[in-house]
C-alpha cells in the first residue's frame, strides 16, 4: 500500500513545515526582542535625563541657599547704614555743646532700636517687676525699704529676647528679705 499523506506515518509534520513555522516564531521572537531593546533604550534615556535634572535641581538648590546664608543680613545691615552714618558726623563734629552731643547720641539710640525691633529684637527691661529666672540673672541681693523681696530694684544691664528666644538675661539687683 502506498501512503499518499503529506504527514509521514508518525503523525509528525515534514521537516519544511517544522522549518516554516519555527522561522515564523523565531523572526517574531526576534522582533520582539528588537522593541524590548529600543524600550529598554528609551527608559535607560529617560532615566539619565531625569537624573541630570535631579542634579541641576540640587546644585541650583545649593546655590541659592549658600546665596541666602551669605546674604541673609543685607537687610538689616542696610537699616544700620543711617545710624553708622550718624554716629561718624557726631564724632567728626570739633568742639560741640554736651546737651547737644547727648541729644545726638540719643537719637542715634532710638533709631537703632526701633531697627532691632522691626528684626524682632526686644529689650528686657525688669525694673520694679518680680525676679523671673527665665529671663533675668540676679547678680546681688540689696537692702530695698518698700520694696517687695524678690523685686528687681536696679538693672545692671538689659537683656534681650530675639523672636521669643532669650538672647541674653537681664543682669539684676533684687530686694532681699528684711
Known amino acids: 500500500m502506498h501512503n499518499s499523506d503529506s504527514q509521514p506515518p508518525n503523525g509528525t509534520p515534514e521537516s519544511g513545515e517544522l522549518g516554516a513555522s519555527s522561522n515564523a516564531e523565531f523572526e517574531a521572537l526576534k522582533a520582539r526582542v528588537a522593541e524590548l531593546e529600543a524600550n529598554n533604550n528609551e527608559l535607560r534615556e529617560i532615566?539619565?535625563?531625569?537624573?541630570?535634572?535631579?542634579?541641576?535641581?540640587?546644585?541650583?538648590?545649593?546655590?541659592?541657599?549658600?546665596?541666602?546664608?551669605r546674604f541673609a543680613n543685607e537687610k538689616l545691615l542696610n537699616d544700620l547704614l543711617p545710624i553708622y552714618d550718624g554716629l561718624e558726623r557726631g564724632l567728626s563734629v570739633e568742639g560741640g555743646d554736651?546737651?547737644?552731643?547727648?541729644?545726638?547720641?540719643?537719637?542715634?539710640?532710638?533709631?537703632?532700636?526701633?531697627?532691632?525691633?522691626?528684626?524682632?529684637?526686644?529689650?528686657?527691661?525688669?525694673?520694679?517687676?518680680?525676679?523671673?529666672?527665665?529671663?533675668?540673672?540676679?547678680?546681688?541681693?540689696?537692702?530695698?525699704?518698700g520694696k517687695a523681696p524678690g523685686t528687681v530694684v536696679t538693672v545692671l544691664q538689659k537683656g534681650y529676647v530675639l523672636n521669643d528666644r532669650l538672647l541674653r538675661p537681664a543682669l539684676v539687683a533684687v530686694a532681699k528679705d528684711d
Open 47 to 69: 532615566v539619565l535625563r531625569e537624573k541630570a535634572e535631579l542634579e541641576n535641581q540640587r546644585r541650583r538648590l545649593h546655590r541659592d541657599l549658600e546665596q541666602a546664608r
Open 98 to 145: 554736651v546737651a547737644a552731643v547727648r541729644e545726638g547720641i540719643n537719637l542715634t539710640l532710638k533709631e537703632l532700636l526701633r531697627i532691632a525691633g522691626n528684626n524682632g529684637l526686644v529689650q528686657v527691661d525688669p525694673l520694679d517687676q518680680p525676679l523671673d529666672p527665665e529671663r533675668h540673672h540676679a547678680v546681688s541681693m540689696v537692702e530695698a525699704p
